[in-house]
């Protein structure tokens, strides 16, 4: 089993920059290298949406949402257990809570993800 915890979230203007941390942990007998992770983001009202998602070694293809193309790029650290997702040119359309989960695939399909973390909170002001 795999705890995720999210952070870097906060109250930015529009045009600025954010990064986002997500950290595992558990006693699961496995390796973080072994899981899939992938970023989404949820507004009010709304659903669920992929921001984007990396393989279990971080090589390979790195794959993103259409809102997130080109302006947000996510990487991990398998030796300190961690996925971030950097943020640039944040717009108000980008405000949600942002999520990340672990899996066996990087699926754009949240209900392919195992294990997930409570959420970061993202504002962003015009």
């Known amino acids: 089993q795999v705890w995720l915890v999210e952070s870097g979230g906060g109250l930015v203007q529009a045009g600025d920059s954010l990064r986002l941390s997500c950290v595992a942990s558990?006693?699961?007998?496995?390796?973080?290298?072994?899981?899939?992770v992938g970023w989404f983001r949820q507004a009010p009202g709304q659903e669920r949406e992929f921001v984007a998602s990396?393989?279990?070694?971080?090589?390979?293809?790195?794959f993103y949402g259409a809102s997130a193309a080109g302006r947000f790029a996510i990487s991990r650290d398998n030796a300190k257990n961690t996925v971030t997702l950097q943020m640039k040119s944040l717009s108000p359309d980008d405000t949600a809570v942002y999520y990340c989960?672990?899996?066996?695939?990087?699926?754009?399909?949240?209900?392919?993800?195992?294990?997930w973390g409570q959420g970061t909170q993202v504002t962003v002001s015009s």
């Open positions: 989960a672990a899996g066996d695939w990087p699926s754009s399909d949240h209900r392919n993800y195992t294990y």
């Open positions: 558990g006693d699961t007998g496995r390796t973080f290298s072994r899981y899939a």
């Open positions: 990396i393989r279990r070694s971080g090589g390979g293809p790195l």
